[in-house]
């Protein structure tokens, strides 16, 4: 599997193992509708192994540790089922040692998937994989989500209570890190969850450019944040995608909505629109991939190729935006992102997650932009504008360059 790929469970008992060339310790989180969990007894893990539908167990140090889910037994309410891991030893990062999550049919042990998330760094902890529940059907999907505050970060973001207990009075120094709350610390050599810190920050700039590139591997960016498309020194002229996805805020409501790129020349001038009522523009140098209707499923709702080698010089800015054409606000939206990838090999090097909403009809993603000296940077934007249609997305995406 490839991160955002997803497949049906052809079985309704399934084992998830997380193996790593280090121990790890993984859990599962049960959660509703609004991603959360319902209480910390939704939290399986070593100190927790048994829930409602889903186990944990434990590899011992020689095996993998594995979390194992009954589709039938999971209680109503219960939308998704996120697998996630942490290197058992205090601090280690994920760099150098990416896991790989195996999907088996906890029955008879065969192999249904397999996922290895692409180039890890400063990420202590990860949500590897889940299996969620999507129009009656049970299906699993790759995410590799990182985490740079350990298995606390992934508990504080999805509902689990984690307490901080408070520091000494003589020495105001960094408190020993906290346990979910109403689980106890594991006995040695197990160790407890990471403190809640900071966000993952990007990679540095290289030295001398100012700028993020690609040589660390995958970025992923906050708003206005930018990054060039520079790897080894080299700009990167190959074909890209870039994947847009959305999921209903509300459960059951479908959302229609609608990505698009504009193509801008050096005097900000509009050159064309990609949108699902034309799906190739400068000649074939780009493609859309056509309209969801829905947002349903796992992964890029829409997709938009484009082969940078084969770009006119006369295109230098490309702005994405997503549009509601049926009127729908984004406050209704939930998960909205945008992600680069390699074309050829389907490695995500860029993405960005919308974190914030206003209640409009459009929003500029993402823009890139050609440099004199032949490389593009991709800037992330997340720019809210009144408009269902690109068309109306053109003169504000313009002022954006």
């Not at 194992?68 to 994920?94: C, H, L, N």
């Not at 197990?190 to 450019?209: F, K």
Request: with cysteine; aromatic share 6%; hydrophobic share 40%.
């Amino acid at each position: 599997m490839t991160p955002g790929s997803n497949i049906p469970l052809s079985a309704a008992r399934v084992t998830v193992d997380v193996a790593a060339p280090v121990r790890l310790d993984v859990s599962g989180l049960l959660l509703t509708a609004d991603g959360k969990v319902r209480s910390d007894d939704d939290f399986i893990f070593y100190n927790q192994p048994a829930g409602p539908g889903v186990t944990y167990r434990s590899g011992g140090g020689t095996a993998p540790d594995a979390i194992t889910i009954d589709t039938t037994a999971v209680p109503p309410g219960i939308e998704k089922i996120a697998v996630t891991a942490s290197p058992d030893a205090a601090g280690q990062t994920f760099q150098g040692i990416e896991p790989t999550a195996t999907i088996r049919d906890a029955a008879d042990g065969s192999v249904l998937a397999t996922f290895t998330p692409p180039r890890l760094g400063t990420e202590t902890a990860l949500v590897i994989v889940e299996v969620y529940l999507r129009n009656g059907v049970w299906k699993a999907r790759a995410v590799g989500q990182g985490y740079a505050d350990g298995l606390a970060g992934i508990a504080t973001d999805f509902g689990v209570t984690v307490e901080e207990p408070a520091a000494p009075a003589a020495a105001p120094q960094p408190v020993a890190p906290p346990a979910p709350a109403a689980v106890q610390p594991p006995p040695a050599p197990v160790t407890a969850p990471a403190a809640p810190a900071a966000p993952a920050a990007p990679p540095a700039p290289a030295p001398g450019t100012g700028k993020i590139n690609l040589d660390k591997g995958r970025v992923s960016l906050q708003k206005n944040q930018t990054v060039s498309l520079v790897k080894g020194g080299r700009p990167v002229l190959s074909q890209v995608k870039m994947g847009l996805g959305w999921e209903p805020a509300f459960r059951g409501k479908d959302i229609d909505l609608d990505a698009s790129v504009i193509a801008y020349g050096p005097q900000r001038n509009h050159i064309d629109s990609c949108y699902f009522g034309k799906l190739s523009i400068v000649g074939g140098a780009i493609k859309h991939s056509g309209d969801n209707l829905t947002g349903e499923g796992g992964g890029d709702d829409e997709v938009i190729v484009v082969d940078l080698g084969r770009l006119p010089q006369e295109v230098t800015g490309l702005v994405f935006t997503v549009n509601s054409f049926s009127g729908q606000k984004f406050t209704e939206v939930a998960k909205a992102y945008c992600r680069l990838l390699d074309a050829a090999t389907g490695e995500e090097l860029v993405r960005f997650d919308l974190t914030s909403a206003e209640p409009q009809t459009g929003v500029m993603m993402a823009k890139l932009i050609r440099q004199f000296s032949g490389e593009w940077d991709m800037t992330a934007m997340g720019e809210f504008v009144k408009s269902r249609t690109v068309r109306g997305m053109v003169k504000p995406a313009a002022k954006s360059l």
